[in-house]
């Protein structure tokens, strides 16, 4: 059996629905679920957050669900948390296909749903962000810049695209404290540093996002204080 968890579902024909997976060992799988009826539905159990337990049928790459239970209950994320974890969700589908696989990303997206459960902060977006930019391939190195040499806490660094970090002349909108840089690889960011590492994510996102809005921000969309909004 496979663990794993849904990332989105959409109708399909009949009483089925196209799934969007993350599965353990797998990564991104896209699947078809057929839903049944009454004691038999699947439907309640088909939902975000939900570990499951399943087999996956047939040889292309659209792939069939089937014996599908829970493996536990449910992840209890609840009010705006629960919009973090759409968040995170809506990442994935978007930024990873299923050729790309992303098989690291299941303990980093369980273990994230987890923490977020026990007491939510930012900086668990930041964290979960950074390994999934490391994962596609987009998220240069924050311990060292273009040229090699090590980044300076008391320094400050502007982004150069498809490179890396250069030095940079004082705070700017567009600049990176060392520091933030270093406690960003470390999974050590305070308070101070959520700022800068929010605009930093949104800069490293944007390619694979492109510019359709991400709809789990709209949720936010009338609490400024809150870690997706602008």
């Known amino acids: 059996m496979l663990r794993g968890y849904v990332l989105h579902t959409r109708p399909f024909r009949d009483s089925s629905v196209l799934v969007n997976l993350l599965v353990d060992g797998r990564g991104?799988?896209?699947?078809?679920?057929?839903?049944?009826?009454?004691?038999?539905?699947?439907?309640?159990?088909?939902?975000?957050?939900?570990?499951?337990?399943?087999?996956?049928s047939?040889?292309?790459?659209?792939?069939?669900?089937?014996?599908?239970?829970?493996?536990?209950?449910?992840?209890?994320?609840?009010?705006e948390v629960s919009f973090s974890g759409f968040y995170l969700n809506e990442l994935l589908v978007r930024c990873v296909t299923?050729?790309?696989?992303?098989?690291?990303?299941f303990f980093t997206y369980h273990s994230t749903l987890m923490a977020m459960a026990a007491g939510f902060c930012q900086s668990q977006l930041?964290?979960?962000?950074?390994?999934?930019?490391?994962?596609?391939?987009?998220?240069?190195?924050?311990?060292?810049?273009?040229?090699?040499?090590?980044?300076?806490?008391?320094?400050?660094?502007?982004?150069?695209?498809?490179?890396?970090?250069?030095?940079a002349l004082g705070p700017k909108s567009n600049h990176f404290s060392g520091e933030m840089l270093l406690a960003l690889n470390e999974h050590k960011l305070l308070p101070t540093h959520f700022q800068q590492a929010k605009h930093l994510m949104r800069l490293m996102l944007?390619?694979?996002?492109?510019?359709k809005p991400l709809k789990s921000r709209a949720l936010f969309k009338y609490r400024p204080s809150s870690p997706l909004a602008k």
């Open 28 to 56: 991104r799988v896209d699947c078809v679920a057929r839903l049944g009826s009454g004691k038999s539905s699947i439907k309640s159990i088909l939902q975000p957050f939900q570990p499951l337990i399943f087999e996956l």
């Open 58 to 79: 047939g040889r292309s790459s659209l792939k069939n669900l089937i014996q599908v239970e829970a493996a536990s209950p449910a992840i209890p994320l609840s009010g």
């Open 98 to 105: 299923v050729d790309h696989g992303a098989e690291a990303l």
């Open 126 to 167: 930041r964290y979960f962000e950074l390994e999934l930019l490391k994962e596609i391939g987009l998220m240069p190195t924050l311990t060292v810049d273009i040229n090699q040499d090590a980044i300076e806490a008391d320094y400050y660094y502007r982004m150069l695209a498809d490179e890396g970090f250069v030095t």
């Open 206 to 211: 944007a390619p694979c996002l492109g510019d």
